[in-house]
């Protein structure tokens, strides 16, 4: 394997966080390290929970900080699916949400997604069909979806939400900033619906994945969830000040982010001028691309030998694609110049 590897496999953001956030590491006072925070006296959960309750305009007890979305996740299943109960999940999705229903013996059942030559949709109305006929007790939704990277538009949203008022609705956001930075439209569905819990991270388009950190915006339905996840020593205060600096760096995030829709859709023309490739168009930071199932075991190999590791996916009705994390341009660059390099060895 090459020295220097590039990792574009995990949707991560190589970018890196905005500076503001070394500032933060740089400068720490030390009792932030060694005392628990005491902001449960202010009664608030954290001083973060609280400028995202002001940013998103809900009530800080509406705002649920865990470690990653992946945690929040976990929580929820374990909280409200009892063995035998339903959870709905994408077709196409990540792996993770089938393994949790899994965890505490519940069932998980796909709905489906439809796909035309350049994108994935949800397809509402099997959902809605489905639902009715087998009446789940959590429904996620994920937007935009992980690998397809197609959205849901809030329209649809709302009108699948609304015949679903017997369960509780999970819509996993974690790459929606990509797709839209202005997010007013999460707290009118809050407030809108009670049983819904819309997930969001710090790991994608904050570049923060390592210091694990999200959050779930919830309906007013869902106190158990609120008491299930209190923790009453407190969260990561450091985690919790390198956040509030990322949310202080609009202007960063937005000149990142225009370099990786400007990447997404190079390799979309490049994939496209190609041969034997299919991309998909991606709300988020990766992108799709179905390519000849035959030439995946070698096309792995010569990216591993020169430090490039994307994720081919190997999933029953999803395995002749790849992913591809839109990495810096010099990444992405280096990407594509290889697998043209592949094609035209192996052509
Ligand atoms: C759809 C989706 N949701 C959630 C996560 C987890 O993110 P984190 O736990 O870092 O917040 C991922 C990670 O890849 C993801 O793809």
């Known amino acids: 394997l090459a020295a220097n590897i590039i990792y574009l496999d995990r949707n991560e953001s190589n970018y890196g966080p905005a500076p503001k ?3 933060v590491i740089k400068h720490i006072d030390l009792t932030i390290l060694c005392q628990y925070s005491r902001d449960f006296k202010k009664q608030i959960k954290g001083e973060l929970s609280k400028r995202l309750a002001a940013d998103y305009g809900l009530n800080e007890d509406q705002i649920i900080l865990g470690y990653g979305s992946e945690d929040l996740l ?21 792996w993770y949400y089938k393994a949790l229903a899994a965890e505490v013996e519940g069932t998980s059942i796909e709905f489906p997604l439809y796909a035309d030559d350049n994108s994935y949709y949800y397809d509402v109305e099997s959902l809605l069909n489905m639902y009715h006929a087998r009446k789940p007790k959590l ?38 900033m990509f797709k839209n930075p202005d997010y007013s439209y999460v707290s009118d569905l809050i407030k ?66 225009q370099k990786i829709n400007s990447d997404k859709l190079m390799f979309i023309e490049e994939f496209n001028k190609l041969s034997g490739f299919k991309p998909y168009k991606s709300d988020a930071n990766f992108i799709l691309v179905e390519m000849n199932k035959e030439l ?39 990407l594509m110049d290889a697998i043209k390099k592949f094609m035209l060895v192996t052509a």
């Not at 029953?316 to 341009?329: D, F, V, Y």
């Open 21 to 23: 956030c070394f500032e």
């Open 192 to 257: 809108e619906y009670d049983n819904l819990i819309i997930l969001r991270t710090f790991s994608k388009y904050f570049a923060l994945a390592g210091i694990r950190i999200g959050f779930a915006l919830i309906g007013r339905e869902l106190k158990i969830f609120e008491k299930f996840s209190s923790r009453y020593l407190g969260y990561n205060r450091l985690t919790e000040l390198i956040a509030l600096a990322a949310l202080d760096s609009p202007e960063y995030y937005s000149r990142i982010t």
């Open 296 to 334: 995946i075991p070698e096309l792995k190999e010569y990216l591993a030998e020169r430090g490039l590791i994307i994720k081919f996916m190997n999933e029953e009705e999803l395995n002749s694609h790849m992913r591809i994390t839109i990495g810096t341009q010099e990444e992405n660059k280096k």
């Open 139 to 176: 429904v996620l939704i994920s937007s935009p979806n992980n690998p397809t990277g197609n959205s849901i538009e809030v329209d649809e949203l709302k009108n699948i939400i609304k015949h679903m008022k017997d369960s509780i609705i999970i819509l996993d956001e974690a790459y929606a």
């Open 74 to 94: 976990k929580q929820i299943v374990h909280c409200y699916l009892n063995k035998g109960e339903i959870l709905f999940i994408p077709r196409y999705s990540w």
